[in-house]
């Protein structure tokens, strides 16, 4: 399955943007799929994750803050982000996994280009 990321800009603190997953080649029904985000310098970190079956999972960096969601039918993942902070700078990834356990990066077997997001104080 390929994956496309798109969405991301340059926001004010306090802001929102929605960041969208593409998939094609394969259905995404058949995968959990997840967001994480890499900032300069630091490692890629999980930000949240939808499973096959619509459960979800957050990061505690960003509960209350941010909503996953997904269209099987339009094959496509949704990141809401509400209340941005600037250190939320990154570029966001979405991933797919056929795993369970959706929290770890390196259980995504496919993975998107990435979307910058650029958090302004």
């Known amino acids: 399955v390929q994956l496309q990321a798109s969405g991301g800009g340059l926001v004010q603190a306090g802001g929102s943007l929605r960041l969208s997953c593409a998939a094609s080649?394969?259905?995404?029904?058949?995968?959990?799929v997840g967001w994480f985000r890499q900032a300069p310098g630091k490692e890629r970190e999980f930000v949240a994750a939808?499973?096959?079956?619509?459960?979800?999972s957050y990061a505690d960096s960003v509960k209350g803050r941010f909503a996953i969601s997904r269209d099987n039918a339009k094959n496509m993942v949704y990141l809401e982000m509400n209340s941005l902070k600037p250190e939320g700078t990154a570029v966001y990834y979405c991933a797919a996994s056929t795993s369970v356990v959706i929290t770890t990066s390196r259980l995504y077997n496919y993975w998107g280009q990435g979307t910058q997001v650029t958090v302004s104080s």
């Open positions: 939808v499973t096959r079956s619509f459960g979800t």
């Open positions: 080649g394969r259905t995404l029904r058949s995968y959990a």
